[in-house]
């Protein structure tokens, strides 16, 4: 093998010369020429690692590893949740609005029955016999249509005037 290629794999390629854009001449902050092994990764070259490194380095990154993947679950979690509650949430929103709508409806519909009602109730005091009737005796129905009716009538002021001429009795005894 080459040795320029064995350099390239093991990373000790020759390094390009900065032409000072940014450093002073002599005051950078680079290698020396003797200080070549310093500035090596983590894990090494490979054959400069022992064995007791390697699974050091191995417990560390499993450790990472198992505390990333305890805070990925957690994070899941919490997504899963916020959209739970977020689709509940919607849930309860359209129900809600349902529920005003046909309270709306309900409300519209006993706005029109009493407005029907009322105007029943207009027409049946300005006339005695409503027009739909065809008999007197339709015309009132409790009281027998419109001749009962004029008879009830004298019946209750008779009732009120021998009620009038009953002397009270005053309770003369108090206690």
């Not at 380095?57 to 505390?67: A, F």
């Not at 679950?73 to 046909?102: G, S, V």
């Not at 029955?113 to 339709?138: C, D, F, G, L, N």
Request: glycine share 10%; net charge positive; charged share 40%.
């Amino acid at each position: 093998m080459p040795p320029q290629a064995h350099l390239l794999l093991r990373g000790g390629a020759p390094k390009k010369k900065d032409k000072g854009k940014g450093k002073g001449k002599g005051k950078g902050k680079g290698k020396g020429k003797g200080e070549k092994g310093e500035g090596k990764a983590p894990l090494g070259d490979g054959d400069e690692m022992t064995e007791e490194s390697w699974q050091e380095q191995y417990h560390i990154v499993k450790k990472e590893l198992t505390g990333e993947r305890e805070e990925r679950n957690f994070f899941q979690l919490e997504r899963d949740k916020i959209n739970t509650f977020w689709e509940i949430t919607k849930k309860e929103l359209e129900d809600r609005k349902a529920e005003l709508r046909n309270k709306d409806r309900e409300m519209e519909e006993l706005e029109e029955r009493h407005q029907v009602e009322i105007k029943a109730r207009e027409a049946a005091t300005r006339s005695p016999m409503p027009p739909h009737s065809t008999s007197p005796a339709r015309a009132c129905p409790l009281a027998g249509g419109v001749a009962a009716g004029s008879s009830v009538w004298r019946d209750q002021t008779t009732e009120t005037a021998r009620l009038r001429q009953t002397p009270v009795r005053r309770c003369t005894s108090r206690r």
